[in-house]
């Protein structure tokens, strides 16, 4: 037996198998933290010398007059959007991960009817976020659901496809051989299907995470009644550019704060199943 190689403790399967190794044998190396202060002075200093040369705080303002605003900003009005806009983005999350594995099972283990779906799927993925925004608002009004529906609509698609081929995935020879052995019910989902979802649930977490606030943000800003999107579009229509910038910033902030705690949250689930599934 290769040393790579061990056999699976308690599992129903005689063969053995090779644990996966994630990504430590070609994870890129992380930035130093010097790097990351070089970058920071870097943008810093690009965006001072562009609004040296833009001449207008209506183009490019200072980067410390947004700094100064956004100071200004502080206080239970600001953080009460974020809130709102956190729960939204948090609604999508759970939504399109319950619905698109849900979904993306079924339609695995039944191929016919996935082929029967598939070109409604498609056609709803092709349809852009601004295109539903007249429906919806007409049926759902201006509030915080047009912008969790819309959202929902966007990546549920990709959900389910991401997981319909994790479970087609799957080789016939292991299906075959869990017959053969008696593994059915739950020890199959467990280490088989379950097995393969949790790379798909992986790879949907980390899909949706960076794109779920730019999608809320962009429905609040046309459609939405709270939430910081509401803020950036009162900044633009009242001409207050630094509020304006100091929002955009936020939204970045958060998230890329978002997509990191998912992905962080999404190996830490990985770890976990790897151990339990052992």
């Known amino acids: 037996m290769s040393p790579r190689s061990s056999r699976i403790s308690g599992g129903p399967f005689p063969w053995t198998h090779t644990p996966f190794r994630g990504r430590s044998s070609i994870t890129r190396r992380r930035p130093s933290e010097m790097s990351r202060c070089l970058v920071f002075l870097a943008v810093g200093f690009l965006w001072w010398w562009g609004a040296s040369l833009a001449g207008s705080p209506l183009l490019l303002p200072y980067p410390q007059a947004v700094l100064q605003r956004f100071?200004?900003?502080q206080g239970w009005p600001l953080w009460s959007d974020v809130l709102h806009s956190g729960f939204k983005v948090l609604a999508v999350l759970l939504i399109v991960g319950f619905l698109g594995v849900f979904l993306g099972v079924l339609l695995g283990l039944n191929p016919r009817?996935?082929?029967?779906?598939?070109p409604l799927v498609i056609s709803i993925q092709a349809v852009p976020a601004i295109s539903w925004l007249g429906g919806v608002v007409l049926v759902l009004g201006t509030g915080w659901r047009a912008p969790v529906l819309i959202a929902v609509l966007v990546f549920l698609p990709t959900a389910l496809f991401v997981t319909v081929s994790g479970v087609q995935g799957l080789e016939r020879e292991i299906l075959e051989m869990a017959?053969?052995?008696g593994v059915r019910g739950w020890k199959r989902w467990r280490y088989l299907y379950a097995g393969a979802l949790v790379p798909c649930v992986r790879v949907v977490?980390?899909?949706i995470a960076g794109g779920a606030w730019k999608t809320v943000l962009v429905t609040e800003y046309l459609c939405g009644s709270s939430g910081v999107g509401v803020r950036i579009a009162w900044a633009r229509q009242t001409a207050d550019v630094e509020a304006a910038y100091a929002l955009s910033l936020l939204a970045v902030?958060?998230?890329?704060g978002c997509e990191f705690l998912l992905r962080r949250s999404a190996e830490a689930l990985g770890r976990r199943w790897r151990l339990y599934s052992t």
């Not at 902030?253 to 890329?256: I, P, Y």
């Open 253 to 256: 902030l958060l998230g890329l």
């Open 113 to 118: 009817l996935y082929e029967a779906i598939r």
């Open 179 to 181: 017959e053969v052995y």
């Open 205 to 207: 977490v980390e899909t």
């Open 71 to 73: 100071l200004e900003m």
